[in-house]
């Protein structure tokens, strides 16, 4: 594999990592991950970094997330056993429920988290980012419910392609910034973000929506999200006795998948596999699948596989999901890739809307355009393994995106 890894010992990072030892005291997986950011905000990441190791495991932390999570996010999710798909495609599939998330995905597992953690650590106001609008929805509802003043920085052209999420989060009681620097989506709102931070970072929190960024935010939103696979785990072994034989998710930046995978990244007997977008094909921007055909690079503070073109210059992507529509992915992704502990696959935009479909009308679920990006990956793994079990993470509902929908699924042409 190209990448720095190959010229260190996979077998003994893979064996670091079964152990639990990353990130590293550097914030390292491996030879991914790091903090690579302006000296102007080494401060408030050492801040951060500190209050990280303060906090989350104190007994206090750790009760008031529980007590936020169960009472007000709604968990544990259910895991729902796809009865009907299960007969279609010969493996027995389960469904990890985070569409019936409060604000309707996994997200809200990492906003409450880190909003908690902002209010224990003083801060007087949050800020984030957005892409999609998802993520902004959950940082104004859990700082809605924290009593904190929410402002989040999103591209102008997001905010035109997904205006519903600007009057949620503005009902909310979020103050919603238009980015119009750079390429006015995603990757420049995280830039805004970080200024934001940087220009008051005693009073201001950055609510980073995925296990992207600079140290600590990779391991931050990892904790944060494992809930997903420690309770899915718990559900399977309660109602079928047994580990799944493979768990299956959805790759954006990364956060719902780590969050999955977490807990069975010891069961050497559990297959894991990752699901980028592969969107329209291989060529360079028409797609938002890093691993499959990123290089390393560094982007928002963290070194990591990268879309990028011949002069290291980072690539616009495509995705017909919003929320898979970004050039990097986690760096302790890069490193379970390199390792081989999960294997990366694509499903393309058809692929996805297919998925969607099929999803809807077999088990009454209207998955989130990014969570269906697993699903046509999840039914070649069904069909090869008949008899087996599969965990698919169904990260969020599709009801957002209707107006997608409404142009393609339900056009003449598809129908
Ligand atoms: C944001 C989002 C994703 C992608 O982000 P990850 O950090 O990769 O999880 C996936 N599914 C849904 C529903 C989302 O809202």
């Known amino acids: 594999m190209n990448t720095p890894a190959a010229a260190v010992d996979a077998g003994r990072l893979l064996a670091?990592?079964?152990?639990?030892?990353f990130p590293d005291a550097r914030g390292r997986f491996g030879p991914f991950g790091g903090r690579y950011v302006p000296e102007t905000l080494m401060p408030a990441l050492e801040r951060l970094e500190r209050g990280v190791r303060e906090q989350l495991p104190t007994r206090g932390f750790k009760e008031e997330l529980a007590?936020?999570?169960?009472s007000w996010v709604g968990r544990p999710t259910p895991l729902t056993f796809a009865d009907r798909?299960?007969?279609?495609?010969?493996?027995r599939v389960w469904l990890k429920r985070e569409d019936l998330a409060h604000t309707g995905a996994h997200k809200i597992n990492n906003a409450m988290g880190q909003a908690l953690l902002a209010k224990r650590l003083g801060a007087k106001r949050v800020v984030a980012e957005t892409g999609a609008g998802q993520h902004g929805v959950a940082s104004a509802a859990a700082c809605a419910r924290l009593g904190l003043p929410c402002t989040v920085y999103m591209g102008s052209i997001d905010m035109e392609r997904q205006a519903p999420n600007v009057g949620r989060m503005r009902l909310l009681g979020a103050e919603v910034v238009p980015v119009t620097s750079g390429d006015r989506t995603l990757r420049a709102a995280i830039d805004e973000a970080l200024r934001a931070?940087?220009?008051?970072?005693?009073?201001?929190?950055?609510?980073l929506g995925s296990v992207v960024g600079p140290h600590p935010y990779p391991y931050l939103v990892r904790e944060l999200q494992s809930v997903i696979g420690?309770?899915?785990?718990?559900q399977l072994l309660a109602s079928s006795g047994a580990l799944p034989d493979a768990v299956i998710a959805c790759v954006g930046g990364g956060s719902n998948s780590i969050g999955a995978f977490h807990a069975f990244v010891p069961d050497a007997t559990v297959e894991l596999i990752g699901v980028e977008a592969g969107g329209r094909g291989a060529g360079l921007g028409e797609n938002a699948a890093t691993i499959a055909f990123g290089r390393p690079g560094v982007l928002h503070g963290t070194y990591s596989m990268l879309l990028q073109n011949e002069d290291g210059q980072v690539q616009e992507t495509h995705s017909v999901s919003a929320g898979l529509d970004y050039p990097g992915v986690g760096p302790e992704h890069a490193l379970?890739?390199?390792?081989?502990?999960?294997?990366?696959?694509?499903?393309?935009?058809?692929?996805?809307?297919?998925?969607?479909?099929?999803?809807s009308e077999w088990e009454g679920i209207l998955p989130a355009l990014e969570s269906a990006h697993a699903l046509?990956?999840?039914?070649?793994?069904?069909?090869?393994?008949?008899?087996?079990?599969?965990?698919?993470?169904?990260?969020?509902?599709?009801?957002?995106?209707?107006?997608?929908?409404?142009?393609?699924?339900?056009?003449?042409?598809?129908?």
């Open 85 to 91: 798909l299960s007969g279609r495609w010969g493996a």
């Open 336 to 359: 379970l890739a390199a390792v081989g502990r999960v294997r990366y696959e694509t499903a393309s935009d058809e692929e996805a809307l297919a998925g969607v479909r099929a999803l």
């Open 67 to 70: 007590g936020q999570l169960r």
């Open 230 to 234: 420690r309770e899915a785990r718990e």
């Open 197 to 207: 931070w940087v220009s008051d970072p005693e009073d201001t929190y950055y609510l």
């Open 16 to 21: 670091d990592l079964i152990a639990g030892r």
């Open 376 to 415: 046509p990956a999840a039914e070649r793994w069904a069909r090869s393994h008949p008899g087996r079990s599969i965990l698919v993470c169904l990260s969020g509902r599709g009801d957002k995106d209707m107006s997608t929908l409404e142009r393609t699924l339900l056009e003449p042409a598809h129908r």
